[in-house]
């Protein structure tokens, strides 16, 4: 991966900071775009802005592109969660989430585009989620988000098939990752809590943030360079297999 540039929002922590790590192990130059980046890997460019303002992605996007001499690939990765029924948020929230979530990921990419045009072998990977495929209790707000991130690598990838960019996403099931951390933390019983987060998973444990990172690379990379419009599931058999206990 020695000639290739990423950029990797939410790149100083989770899934985004191990995609960043694997993406600069394998050669590439990284720049890592996040809120706070006092966790950014070694060796990557640390660009501090959030997704949610426009001026602030489209100044670190070509702030990126400046120092590393040109964008090859984009990880959209960058998102919160939410928790609850379709009733359980107001609309501050549901507004908050879709603007990291989504319009956050619209904000990068547009920025994005110009410099991906002029790579030779330019990838887009967005960060979805088995939310966005199966009904998962109290994820209403995170999976309409997911769901929307979805469609849009779709629609992407339709649109920029022709300009050489491909565009597809990675469908994580319950990772082991600090918001999940966050969220046993918060519940009654952690450990009751864990367990049934690693049972709903046929493999019978948490999807570990390297795991995803493996498969982000292997779509950001040229051995990929057939595959666009495409989900690729990281779940441990959550989406396809129905297995009797």
């Known amino acids: 991966m020695n000639a290739i540039k990423a950029l990797v929002t939410g790149g100083a922590s989770g899934i985004g900071r191990a995609a960043a ?12 775009l996040d809120r706070d980046v006092s966790g950014a890997p070694a060796g990557a460019l640390a660009l501090q802005a959030d997704v949610t303002d426009d001026a602030a992605v489209r100044s670190a996007v070509a702030r990126a592109a400046e120092e590393l001499g040109g964008l090859d690939v984009l990880v959209n ?19 908050r989430v879709f603007d990291v979530n989504v319009f956050g990921l619209v904000r990068v990419a547009r920025a994005a585009l110009p410099h991906l045009r002029e790579s030779s072998s330019a990838a887009i ?14 994820r209403a707000l995170y999976s309409a988000t997911k769901g929307a991130v979805y469609s849009l690598t779709l629609a992407m990838a339709a649109d920029h098939v022709a300009e050489g960019i491909r565009v597809n996403c990675v469908t994580p099931g319950t990772a082991d990752t600090p918001w999940v951390q966050r969220l046993l933390d918060a519940a009654g019983d952690p450990e009751a809590e864990r367990a049934a987060l690693e049972a709903r998973q046929p493999m019978g444990r948490l999807v570990s943030a390297r795991e995803v990172a493996e498969a ?13 419009g495409t989900a690729l599931a990281v779940d441990g058999g959550m989406q396809g297999l129905r297995l009797r206990r």
């Open 21 to 32: 790590e694997l993406l600069l192990e394998r050669g590439a130059s990284v720049a890592v």
């Open 77 to 95: 990765n960058a998102g919160v969660g939410a928790q609850g029924d379709v009733a359980a948020n107001d609309d501050a929230e549901w507004q």
């Open 125 to 138: 990977v967005n960060t979805c989620s088995i939310a966005a495929t199966a009904g998962l209790p109290n």
């Open 216 to 228: 982000i690379v292997y779509l950001a990379s040229p051995g990929a360079s057939s595959t666009t």
